[in-house]
């Protein structure tokens, strides 16, 4: 919420405008909107948008985070035209903004006036690479295919421009450091000044500043396409983008703490991917724990900084959620909650959390009802939230209610070509036509949990109870799904042999194939994962991931299982080279 501590800053920040230059102006805009300040933050951006190309990026990253929080049509107009204006701002004053650097301080008679001209020259550079990024983003969420093309072809001219500064950067950085330590050998240590200008005028402070502000997209660029599906990676190294995980995760590294606008969202995007992207894909193994104690210490270093953020709050509700502590989540995205209370669309995503916490906990009225809040409110998928409804409804036992909101499923479904929404509509059609039993119900809710990795989260009482109704089942066109969830139940218990035998029963149901299609393939993965932990079945286990990559097609969440089948075997190829 946005109250006095927020106007303070506001206030604070303008009245040192005429002695501060706009980096750190830009940056106490940023600290602001994430300390729950979003419309001091908008309207210290907007004031001073004319006058900075940095102010104006600001700005446009504001209008930019409100489009893609709400997906309102009007909203995403207008960061795409804010985003536009940002550009003209960048590349007006700047005919050659893709001229060497080198070539530009030979023409430039002045060291200083050329340390300047550097700067603000990169600058732009890399904030229309950025704007570049953001109308792709933009262009994607339509999900046409000639956005998609459009998106694509943006995305490589950004990324192009990214590379180049990059490595403009990383040079410049070198060439100081070498006139540094020449400068150390000539004076004294008194007279050493880290600030001191180098022979091009470009000042060390500057640069590491400049390196921050290119490292947050160049990571981002390198840690989202290492994620890619491999069947879409042709598509990608057509376009010439690479995909280093770890590059990515050093970049967004070293953006975090650099003195840059941007280090504030490097660390956020850091946050997400430790807490959202890892245990979500299973990068790196199938542990979900990977990568929380990176996430637990930058929390702890940050919470000086944003003692009172909700976005940080939530952030510390996923780890405590992956650390199974579950009503500690949930008292972290209760304050969350509360502390958005001027920002619906983190409230949304707080909700989302209480309604998953609450499935784990299997405390189904408090699912239903987080859900239902969502499906009323929220402009994103009205058609998922609303099968979540019915599913906890009827898991409550509140039948007649769970069967109405399963006939608005089919009403809600408007994105014919999501996956999500596609399974939500089948599996509502099916529960309505059936009349959808309590067992059922819960039965859907244990389905989702695995689907989205969340039964590692769930305690052991809890997955005895899951257990028991899954065996009460007796239902042919459902076998197959009783048994790959039982099996992962018994995976999570650390029984592996039951596992093993699940697994091979959900395989080898053909019956249930049709209604549902990724049971075999997910089974089949489940078994080769097990497979690997053992160095006597490694081959066992690559072999089954192969099959489950390549000899099946068009089942529900096949994307979904790719990224977590390519990257096992990346895993598997970093511990035994093949």
């Known amino acids: 919420m946005a109250g006095p501590e927020q ?17 750190e102006m830009a940056l106490q805009g940023i600290n602001m909107l994430l300390n729950n300040g979003f419309k001091e933050s908008d309207e210290l951006f907007r004031r001073y948008r004319t006058q900075s190309p940095l ?18 049509e009007e909203k995403m107009q207008m960061a795409c035209d804010d985003l536009r204006t940002t550009e003209k701002l960048c590349e007006s004053d700047s005919a050659g903004v893709i001229e060497t650097i080198r070539n530009k301080i030979k023409k430039s008679m002045d060291s200083q006036r050329s340390g300047i001209v550097v700067v603000d020259r ?3 550079q890399i904030i229309v690479a950025d704007c570049q990024v953001y109308l792709a983003v933009l262009s994607f969420v339509k999900q046409e295919l000639s956005a998609y093309i459009k998106g694509g072809w943006i ?34 240590a008194d007279n050493a000044n880290h600030n001191a200008p180098v022979e091009n005028g470009v000042t060390a402070e500057a640069l590491d500043r400049l390196k921050g502000s290119v490292s947050f997209g160049y990571g981002l660029f390198h840690l989202c396409i290492s994620m890619v599906p491999p069947h879409l990676l042709k598509i990608i190294n057509l376009l010439g983008f690479p995909g280093d995980r770890l590059q990515g995760l050093s970049s967004l590294m070293y953006a975090s703490e650099s003195k840059d606008m941007k280090a504030p969202l490097a660390t956020l995007a850091l946050l997400w991917y430790h807490t959202v992207v890892l245990p979500f894909f299973a990068l790196d193994g199938s542990d979900t724990h990977a990568g929380l104690l990176e996430a637990k210490a930058i929390l702890q270093r940050k919470s000086l900084v944003y003692p009172n953020s909700s976005l940080f709050m939530f952030f510390k509700g996923r780890v405590q959620r992956l650390e199974c502590h579950i009503n500690s989540a949930l008292a972290c995205f209760h304050d969350a909650l509360e502390l958005a209370s001027d920002q619906r669309e983190i409230q949304h995503v707080c909700l989302y959390e209480i309604g998953w916490c609450s499935m784990i906990e299997m405390n189904f009225e408090d699912a239903y009802r987080a859900f239902e809040r969502l499906k009323n409110e929220s402009r ?24 109405g909101v399963f006939k608005d499923v089919q009403k809600l479904f408007k994105r014919k070509n999501n996956q999500i929404e596609q399974f939500a509509v089948k599996r509502a059609e099916r529960l309505r036509k059936i009349s959808p039993t309590r067992e059922l119900c819960i039965l859907g809710v244990i389905e989702v949990l695995y689907l989205w990795k969340a039964l590692q989260n769930c305690s052991s009482s809890k997955l005895q109870i899951m257990s028991q109704v899954l065996q009460s089942l007796d239902d042919s066109l459902c076998r197959g799904l009783k048994h790959l969830l039982l099996g992962a139940i018994h995976k999570c218990h650390g029984n592996m042999r039951d596992a093993v035998q699940s697994f091979q029963l959900a395989a080898r149901d053909e019956y249930g194939r049709q209604i549902n299609s990724y049971v075999q393939p997910y089974s089949v993965y489940e078994l080769g994962c097990i497979l690997l932990a053992k160095p006597e079945t490694v081959g066992k286990g690559r072999s089954l991931l192969i099959q489950a990559k390549e000899d099946f097609t068009g089942y529900d969440f096949e994307n979904r299982l790719h990224v977590r ?11 035994v080279p093949q």
């Open 380 to 403: 994103w998928s009205q058609c998922y939230y609303a099968y979540l409804t019915g599913a906890c409804q009827g898991a409550a036992g509140d039948l007649d209610g769970a069967s």
């Open 7 to 23: 106007s303070q800053q506001q206030q604070q920040a303008e009245e040192k405008a005429a002695h501060i230059d706009d980096a």
């Open 122 to 124: 990169l600058q732009r």
């Open 155 to 188: 995305l490589r001219k950004a990324w192009k421009m990214y590379n180049k500064c990059h490595s403009d950067i990383s040079q410049l950085q070198e060439a100081c450091q070498q006139t540094s330590s020449a400068h150390q050998e000539a004076l004294s």
């Open 55 to 72: 102010m104006s990026f600001g700005a446009s990253f504001v209008s930019f985070l409100n489009a893609m929080m709400t997906f309102e």
């Open 565 to 575: 089948i390519h990257s096992a075997l990346a895993s598997l190829k970093e511990v």
